[in-house]
């Protein structure tokens, strides 16, 4: 009777692990096509959530399998830790990149000057009708009211130089960075404005991201201002301004070798 009892496999075991590959190949599938463009954001994040969600049902069945092959006697208990394992695996980069922007506001569009900050050249009649909108509300706004709140590093830049010594720092930062430059207005005369537009895409997943960096001619020098804009999704999770920091310490680090 013993032996019938451990020679019995346990079905939840190796449901655990079929759970946990599907969970895998969905979230690597989702990551192909959307870096190569084969399918939208909202699609992508559609099908991310599904692969969570079943890595998340896998790693439930597989803990559950480890108490019961254990009480039980039944075999499986390396289905069920293989479930457990690779699951916690596919949940552990969404869970270090949503975790600390689960404390942050849900917001999108973040810019160093929130009274007048960068407009986009962008055609919004050639944006996805999924995307998010580019009109900002303004400093008066909520919006800006989280961004002073969370973001108080968030600021404009002042170098003493000549707006075209400034958009040229600005423009190698950029071509630094590897960003998609989308549109240039260099300064024409002396003393006038410049701004750089181009997408920042996000490491692995290749989320799209519009940012401008603008050059504006102020006394006795040129002051810096970065905008940065998620295409998708309600929250950034702290991306943009992180983007906008990079980018302010970058020109200061040219500038000053």
């Known amino acids: 009777m013993s032996r019938d009892v451990r020679e019995h496999w346990s079905p939840v075991a190796r449901w655990s692990l079929r759970l946990a590959i599907i969970s895998a190949l969905i979230l690597i599938y989702a990551v192909v ?6 399918i939208t954001s909202p699609a992508a994040f559609a099908l ?11 790693l439930a069945l597989g803990l559950f399998a480890i108490l019961t092959t254990w009480v039980r006697v039944q075999r499986g208990l390396r289905f069920a830790l293989g479930g457990s394992l690779l699951s916690t695996l596919v949940l552990a980069y969404p869970a270090m990149i949503i975790g600390p922007g689960l404390l942050l506001p849900a917001i999108h569009d973040i810019s160093t000057d929130l009274d007048d900050p960068p407009e986009f050249a ?5 944006r996805p009708s999924w995307a998010n909108s580019l009109e900002h509300p303004g400093g008066e706004s909520a ?18 130089m000549q707006t075209e010594e400034a958009f040229d720092l600005a423009m190698q930062v950029v071509a630094d960075l590897g960003w ?8 024409v005369l002396p003393g006038s404005p410049g701004q750089i537009e181009a997408v920042a895409y996000t490491p692995i997943l290749a989320f799209a991201n519009d940012v401008a960096v603008r050059v504006t001619a102020v006394p006795n020098g040129t002051m810096f201002d970065v905008r940065s804009v998620s295409l998708y999704g309600r929250s950034d999770l702290g991306d943009n301004a992180d983007r906008i920091v990079d980018v302010i310490r970058r020109i200061e680090e040219l500038e000053s070798r």
Do not use: W
């Not at 096509?33 to 084969?38: I, P, S, T, V």
């Not at 991310?48 to 896998?58: D, K, P, Q, R």
């Not at 962008?122 to 050639?126: K, L, Q, R, V, Y």
């Open 180 to 187: 998609k430059v989308t549109a240039v207005e260099e300064p």
């Open 143 to 160: 919006l800006a009211d989280a961004q002073r709140a969370s973001y108080p590093e968030v600021t404009p830049l002042f170098l003493e």
């Open 122 to 126: 962008i055609d919004a009649a050639n």
């Open 48 to 58: 991310i959530a599904g692969g969570c969600t079943i890595a998340l049902m896998s």
């Open 33 to 38: 096509l959307h870096r190569y463009g084969f």
